[in-house]
């Protein structure tokens, strides 16, 4: 069974910093390109950030450029997104997802193989 479980979600003042982990188990994701994406109440989700499997490509949602930053450890087959300057808008439940190959138009679509159950962040001012 596949699972990518989120984790590192906690509240946080403005201008603080968090780590997210997201897990993968379940098989190999070898190939397979990792997204970190956010939903807030009442808003639409929101593509935060996409990795490819060997690290070497790399996309941010302009929003968050500069202060986000995602990276894997495909040996233990985790993806991380560190968050820098959060501001109180950044409160969102946060989740991760897993796409075979590095399509940005599919990655930006939001159709994704699998997706974790998110995980909540929540910044105060």
């Known amino acids: 069974q596949v699972q990518l479980v989120e984790s590192g979600g906690g509240l946080v003042q403005a201008g603080g910093s968090l780590r997210l982990s997201c897990a993968a188990s379940?098989?190999?994701?070898?190939?397979?390109?990792m997204v970190w994406f956010r939903q807030a109440p009442g808003k639409e989700r929101e593509f935060l950030a996409a990795i490819s499997w060997s690290g070497g490509s790399r996309y941010y949602a302009d929003s968050v450029k500069g202060r986000f930053t995602i990276s894997r450890d495909t040996a233990k087959n985790t993806v991380y997104l560190q968050m820098n300057s959060l501001k109180p808008e950044d409160t969102a439940i946060y989740y991760c997802a897993a796409d075979l190959g590095y399509s940005l138009p599919r990655l930006l679509s939001g159709n994704y193989n699998y997706w974790g159950q998110g995980t909540q962040v929540t910044v105060s001012s």
């Open positions: 379940g098989r190999t994701f070898s190939g397979y390109a």
